[in-house]
């Protein structure tokens, strides 16, 4: 087990489409967030920033870029980027420096400006990029990668459209809580059927979004949290970044084939299990101690697939949790309190920190109406593109 | 456009890979540098044809116009097509592509056996790009 860090502070801008530039979202969730904290930015001796690659040159030198919007004032930066994974690598490494000893309170940005429609790999011929092979050889974009797993599930596990539906019906309902989400409003399983399909079998309102939004949160010791006055901080206690284990066998986004187990027999577990259990293993606690899990619900069908990728039921019974209410608000495992991406869109770098800013708040019981009772431990879960996936188990 | 991936015509079509000659595990899209099994000492990567059929893992299809690089004319409507991962049993590897036109979602269940045959990805004034397929085995044209 290693130590843990306080999180200080949370900050978000509303998740929308704005139509503004990424530095304008991450500055205000890093003052909202430093206000949390009772922070001012002179106090920060560290930045990381989480980039994105669409807003042009600065994002890729998100930490500067952010730190020059505030106001440079020398503190030490880091950028990182690890697609959808970019904000809890961000997150990774914040805590390292600070249980290295090498800063006492780092600001973790991410914000982006999304494109309208589908994800697009970066232009020009580039063969040796999987990514642009995907798009080019097979006009494979991400929902058809989401309606390969939903079909896979549904022949598997018997999940049936119905259900993918009622996970969408159970996070806009959620989102309808949240005034930092996007969507709004409920939304009811006649709609998500009457809505157009995608990739079949899903249809528009399976699938998230693309949204602009930004988030931001202040990390520190422990010790410097209680010099502060905080004796009783939200904690961070574990943070995965993890790869998969050859030969990974299940067909993920952007490949076009997977690894062959011609050779080596696969793992015991597949990567997505792995990204929790090495979250769990170094927190020292088990799924049955969750409180809540914010999990990146790209499409309905996939949310049902973490619920047993994180273990909180058995593989091939996540459709059974969720017909049991056992992960919407009140039931035993609430599940995307916030809306989750259903109801925020995706802003890349952004999402993962999000994700811990709504722990956060639920674990210092100030989530408003959707406020889960008595939360004491959550966990978030994400898969970034091309092979790494992050997790971060937070407790109070 | 994908050098090595595919070869030969009609019932001799095959998708390409490369194999290990020192742990036998297999590469597709074919992998030229090293051998990726971190257990493996590295051998040579020799090319070597995939088997010609295998089952269906999972599949979907694609009811919106792809972005680019994916080339479509824009002047047409839009025709959706199926998107196959077939699982082959001997290189127990899950490969991606493309349904013959004419097979849609409602043609296709998770098991049935399909098999790879060359179709076109694509064409304009100066150039046609073959592909590979996955076509159900008992179906022809």
Known sequence: MTADVAVLGAGMHPWGKWGRGFVEYGTAAARAALADAGLEWRDVGSIVGADTVRGGYPGYVAGATFAKALGWQGARVASVYAACASGAQAVNAARAQILSGLADVVLVVGADAAPKGFFRPAGGERHDDPDWLRFRVLGATNPTYFGLYARRRMALYGDTPEDFAQVKVKNAALGALNPYARYRKRVSAEEVAASAVVSDPLRLLDICATSDGGAALVLSSMEFARRHGAADPVRIRAVSTVTPRYPNTVLDLPDIATDSAAAVAPPDETFRASIARAAYEEAGVGPEELSLAEVYDLSTALELQWYEDLGLCGEGEGAKLLREGATALGGRIPVNASGGLASFGEAVPAQAIAQVCELTWQLRGDAGDRQVAGARVGLTANQGLFGHGSAVLAVR | ?141
């Open chain 2, 1 to 141: 456009m994908v050098t090595d991936w595919f070869t030969g015509d009609g019932d001799d079509f095959r998708l390409l890979g490369t194999r290990c000659s020192a742990c036998a595990s297999v590469f597709f899209p074919r992998e030229d540098g090293h051998c990726r099994n971190p257990a493996c000492g590295g051998g040579e990567l020799a090319e070597v044809p995939l088997s010609r059929r295998g089952r269906v893992w999972s599949y979907t299809d694609s009811r919106y116009r792809p972005p680019s690089p994916y080339v479509s004319d824009p002047e047409l409507p839009w025709e959706p097509y199926a998107l196959i991962a077939v699982e082959l049993e001997s290189e127990r590897i899950v490969v991606l592509g493309q349904a013959v036109p004419g097979i849609t979602v409602s043609d296709l269940t998770v098991g049935m056996e399909v098999e790879v045959v060359p179709g076109v990805l694509g064409e304009d004034a100066e150039t046609t790009w073959i592909t590979w397929h996955w076509r159900p085995t008992g179906v022809t044209a």
